[in-house]
């Protein structure tokens, strides 16, 4: 009954594999309706998977979308997102942030909580988070002018990563 009562969160745990057959398959037992997931009808009626530039522009139409998967990519206290959805996010942001004309605060708001939990000492992302994150600080450095008080709170979290990284090396 999970495909009843839990829609939003089993689109979410599939989307890092929707260029499967069995995203398909689920996206097909699903009753979306008129939700914001109602841009998966296609994938319904055609059997098809999706490109993921197709979960990009829908991204970039509706920012609700970038910013649940980032939420759901982002650790928390009980919950670690799995590899897959972590790449997945990092990729989508990577492609929204290049794909629009301008990032505005409205985007940094909706993407922070993934970038800065990726920056986080002790991750519980690991690596593949923080690669995530400090690629996307590199794009928004490079796209859009950041608050100082931002730009202070990166660099801090990154010389903290920088130096906690070299002792790990050095411990080996």
């Known amino acids: 009954m999970i ?10 745990c ?5 260029d499967t057959h069995a ?13 914001k997931w109602k841009f998966l009808d296609g994938v319904k009626i055609s059997s098809a998977p999706p ?20 939420n759901y990519a982002s650790p928390t206290k009980k919950y670690q997102p799995s590899r ?15 794909s629009i004309m301008t990032v505005d605060s409205d985007i940094v708001k ?11 000492s002790g991750s519980k992302g690991g690596p593949d988070h923080k690669a995530g994150a400090l690629m996307i600080v590199g794009l928004l450095a490079n796209r859009v ?8 709170s990166f660099i801090r979290s990154i ?3 920088t130096v906690e990284d070299e002792r790990e090396s050095t411990d080996l």
Do not use: M, W
């Open 14 to 18: 599939a989307l890092p594999y929707h």
């Open 51 to 70: 490109p993921r530039k197709v979960i990009v522009q829908q991204c970039i139409y509706d920012l609700g979308i970038l910013e649940l998967l980032c």
């Open 110 to 120: 909706r993407i922070l909580t993934f970038v800065t939990s990726g920056l986080q």
């Open 159 to 161: 010389v903290k990563l």
């Open 145 to 152: 002018s950041l608050s100082p008080k931002l730009v202070k």
């Open 23 to 35: 995203f398909v398959r689920i996206v097909q037992l699903l009753n979306i309706g008129n939700s």
């Open 3 to 12: 495909h009843v009562y839990n829609i939003e969160e089993l689109i979410l």
């Open 84 to 98: 897959p959805a972590i790449s997945f996010c990092t990729a989508v942001t990577v492609e929204v942030l290049g």
